[in-house]
């Protein structure tokens, strides 16, 4: 009898404490899934962000730009001299036929038109 | 002593090519002055043999012999250059033949007889050795032969008839005291190269000269007619 008893109010207090206790769908609060991420933003992006600051006068964007076109030819001029005296296309030389040469001291090719350095014992010697 | 002979070269270098600029208007005026190999003395007209002191092409045939065994751009004899170095120089000397299709730079190192006058040795070799084609005798011969001899430090710059109208003693002689400093340095192959590239550019700088002198003639013949 007292054991029928304590398991009926045992059944009872587990009932009680079913019914009060949170559910998950009964709770409260903000939910979690925010739809306004995925929905247009109201406000456009702004197009400037910092304050317009003070306009360059016209004459320094003329000075400026007479320097740069100065530069530019400067290097420009440079550039061309590099390339010029690069010879970059193998660029070839001719010589004008120097007519008819006095062939001398029975040398057909070279008459023996030369220069020489030899070390100064070798010429005393000699 | 080491600065003092750099000091010297230098100067030996500056006025050589104050020289040169001295003779630059000497481009293209008739006669060279001809010397003999042999003393030296200046030949006033162009004769079979020196009237000093009888020196002829063949009488250095039998001093010197056979022909020695030489390539068209580079001919070490006497092993002072490495491989790569040997290389490098050839495909410069390539570079100045493509430069100047009618001449021909060859470099020719060989160790020679004690008492060997290489001016000697070096007219006979540019004559007698077959560095570029057989055609090219008397005025059509554009070559250059420049001849050392490692052991002693003798070095001789040699043309043939072709650029005789154009080029200098001075001028030689400038290109071979840049590069001595290097040859004697026991940089051969610096040295070999400063040479290249010295005429080089006193030829390129002379056939510019020629062109303008050619324009101006062109210019002065149109004139003329009009």
Redesign the interface.
Known sequence: MVKTFFNLCLMALVSFAAITSPSAFAQGGKPKFDESHYLPEDRPTPLRLEAPGKPISRTWVIAGAGVGLLLAGAVLYLAVKAWRSSNVFERKYHFPSAGQAALRLGGKRSGGFMAASEPANKKESA | MHLRNKAETRLGIFLSAARCKLSKQSYTCG??I????ACDAV?R??????PQCQ????KLDSIFGAVPLHSRYLSDRSATLTTAEIERLRELLQ?FE??????LFSVFITELPE?T???EY??WL??RSQFSSVE????????L?LVIEPV????????????????S?DN??A???AA?PALRGAQPEHGIRICIEEMTRR??EL??S?EIE?QNEGKTMVAKKW
């Open positions: 006669m060279p001809m010397r003999c190999p030949l007209e162009p004769s079979m043999d020196c020196f002829t092409l063949r570079r493509r430069k100047f299709p009618q001449a008492k006058n290489i001016k070096a007219f540019a004559n090219a005798v008397g005025s059509e011969n554009f070559d032969l002693a430090g003798s070095v001789a710059l040699t043309v043939g008839y072709g650029l005789e109208k154009y080029l003693e030689l002689q290109a071979l005291a001595m030829l390129s056939c510019k020629l050619k």
